[in-house]
């Protein structure tokens, strides 16, 4: 196909701004995309965080300003690019709304913050004069793009023929707001394309409207976009996103295949191939040094980098986790923060097994890679999952995961089968502490067996989870949206 011009919105691009998933493909997938020849231009907010990160970034135009309701706004541009690349990135430098400690907040004023990203975005392609082909939006912080495109810019030549994709990271996140806010978006023109319904109940959700107006969307994974579809996942919106099942795809995250590999990750003390792998041992003695846990080569150790919040399924552990180090003689090392109740059940773990358990309650990206090297196998039970990373960072350092079969984690893990050899992990079917001691079981049962464990192993690390595998399937659904591209 032809290059595209893209314009890409997200609220998170990693190195800048990042608090999970979707900061990493909020890098990758652009990367990846002007790797297979397309002008992408990326666009995200300031935040205090960028500015503390020493990022090289310079001005680009003088201020603009932009009216939201009774809000005038005023906000700079400044440009770097995406490390590694030539792909630009506007910063929206907007000091009264992102100068916060925290990318997210809980403060009133959480809808500005987002209306006024998409808004900046199409300002900063209208000073370009950069005429998208596609407008790639992603998650709540900016899908009204595609609603302001259909109505109140509709005048606007420049993105005559653009057409909008909207990537759903997460449907539990909508960005519902009291129904006043309205008033405050720029979009009061457009009042009559609002949901009715929703307006008179009081609420106003920006998810919503992405999904009701944007000309495709994607998300992270095939079982997802099924699972979304259905009451028992689809958070409210199943019956929305059923009715645009026809433009609804899953597309299967990827990985950096330079920044997450044990043959290239300059985290690792040590690297390793599939069929070299001393360096894992080697990283396995530095994990035990790192984290203070006695090392004893052939105990299994099971690594968790996760944000410790319901949805990742930790309240199953509080049963299994106890039993399981009183059944087996293992290792259980776990990295990250979040809600009370689950760092409270990690530190009192490590604190009644100072030997056999580590827990760093912060997040820490060179200790997050180690982990995955230095681990026997991954842990990662999530209750729902849209994509999941981890798994697929896992396999590709030799570190079968044990997964709850759900979104990207049935897609990526199949359970291995020892008669025959296949699979590349462990997956169990019910979410329940039965189901997950089952898994566990499976996990050091296999591990037992070394021929088993090493085909085990291979199979996951001759995978391939790159995004120059998944750049493909998005350039498919920009061809359905622009056909003159594909020919």
């Keep these: 196909m032809r290059p595209l011009r893209i314009l890409f919105v997200s609220s998170e691009v990693a190195p800048f701004a990042k608090t999970g998933g979707l900061g990493d493909v909020g890098a990758a997938l652009p990367r990846a995309l002007r790797a297979a020849g397309h002008d992408v231009r990326v666009v995200l907010p300031f935040y205090a965080r960028v500015a503390e990160g020493g990022h090289e970034v310079r001005p680009t135009w003088g201020a603009l300003e932009h009216q939201l309701g009774p809000h005038r706004l005023s906000f700079t541009t400044l440009e770097g690019t995406l490390p590694g690349t030539d792909v630009p990135v506007y910063f929206v430098h907007c000091p009264r709304l992102y100068m916060r400690p925290s990318i997210y907040t809980m403060d009133v004023d959480e809808h500005l913050r987002f209306a006024l990203l998409g808004w900046a975005a199409l300002r900063i392609a209208q000073q370009l004069r950069f005429a998208p082909d596609?407008?790639?939006?992603?998650?709540?912080?900016?899908?009204?793009?595609?609603?302001?495109?259909?109505?109140?810019?509709?005048?606007?030549?420049?993105?005559?023929?653009?057409?909008?994709?909207?990537?759903?990271?997460?449907?539990?996140?909508?960005?519902?707001?009291?129904?006043?806010?309205?008033?405050?978006?720029?979009?009061?023109?457009?009042?009559?394309?609002?949901?009715?319904?929703?307006?008179?109940?009081?609420?106003?959700?920006?998810?919503?409207?992405?999904?009701?107006?944007?000309?495709?969307?994607?998300?992270?994974?095939?079982?997802?976009?099924?699972?979304?579809?259905?009451?028992?996942?689809?958070?409210?919106?199943?019956?929305?996103?059923?009715?645009?099942?026809?433009?609804?795809?899953?597309?299967?995250?990827?990985?950096?295949?330079?920044?997450?590999?044990?043959?290239?990750?300059p985290y690792l003390p040590h690297r390793y191939t599939a069929d070299d792998l001393s360096g894992k041992a080697r990283c396995a003695e530095e994990l035990s040094r790192r984290v203070r846990l006695p090392h004893r080569p052939g105990i299994p150790r099971i690594g968790m980098v996760s944000r410790l919040t319901w949805q990742k399924g930790l309240d199953l552990c509080f049963e299994v986790l106890p039993w399981?180090?009183?059944?087996?003689?293992?290792?259980?090392?776990?990295?990250?923060?979040?809600?009370?109740?689950?760092?409270?059940?990690?530190?009192?773990?490590?604190?009644?097994?100072?030997?056999?358990?580590?827990?760093?309650?912060?997040?820490?990206?060179?200790?997050?890679?180690?982990?995955?090297?230095?681990?026997?196998?991954?842990?990662?039970?999530?209750?729902?999952?849209?994509?999941?990373?981890?798994?697929?960072?896992?396999?590709?350092?030799?570190?079968?995961?044990?997964?709850?079969?759900?979104?990207?984690?049935?897609?990526?893990?199949?359970?291995?089968?020892?008669?025959?050899?296949?699979?590349?992990?462990?997956?169990?079917?019910?979410?329940?502490?039965?189901?997950?001691?089952?898994?566990?079981?499976?996990?050091?049962?296999?591990?037992?067996?070394?021929?088993?464990?090493?085909?085990?192993?291979?199979?996951?690390?001759?995978?391939?989870?790159?995004?120059?595998?998944?750049?493909?399937?998005?350039?498919?659904v920009y061809a359905k949206l622009v056909p003159e591209a594909a020919r």
């Design 134 to 265: 596609i407008a790639h939006v992603n998650d709540w912080q900016s899908a009204l793009v595609p609603l302001t495109l259909r109505s109140v810019l509709a005048w606007d030549r420049l993105f005559e023929r653009t057409r909008t994709v909207l990537t759903l990271h997460n449907v539990g996140h909508q960005g519902t707001f009291g129904a006043h806010v309205l008033s405050e978006l720029g979009l009061e023109a457009a009042r009559g394309m609002f949901h009715q319904d929703e307006l008179g109940a009081g609420r106003l959700s920006f998810l919503l409207h992405g999904i009701l107006y944007a000309n495709a969307i994607t998300t992270v994974s095939p079982t997802y976009a099924r699972e979304i579809t259905t009451p028992e996942q689809g958070v409210g919106l199943d019956g929305y996103l059923r009715g645009r099942a026809d433009v609804l795809f899953g597309i299967l995250n990827g990985i950096d295949g330079r920044e997450w590999s044990p043959t290239h990750d």
């Design 324 to 476: 399981l180090l009183a059944r087996h003689d293992a290792q259980l090392v776990v990295l990250g923060s979040g809600e009370r109740k689950y760092e409270d059940f990690f530190a009192r773990l490590a604190h009644l097994a100072p030997d056999r358990v580590a827990f760093a309650n912060t997040f820490s990206e060179p200790l997050a890679h180690l982990i995955e090297a230095g681990s026997d196998m991954f842990l990662m039970p999530s209750r729902y999952e849209p994509c999941g990373l981890n798994q697929m960072y896992s396999l590709a350092y030799g570190t079968p995961p044990i997964v709850h079969r759900t979104g990207g984690l049935a897609d990526t893990v199949q359970h291995f089968d020892r008669r025959t050899g296949r699979g590349n992990g462990f997956a169990f079917e019910h979410f329940d502490a039965r189901g997950l001691a089952w898994a566990l079981d499976q996990a050091l049962s296999t591990y037992d067996d070394p021929t088993a464990w090493r085909r085990l192993v291979d199979n996951g690390m001759r995978e391939d989870f790159t995004w120059d595998r998944r750049v493909a399937e998005y350039e498919a």
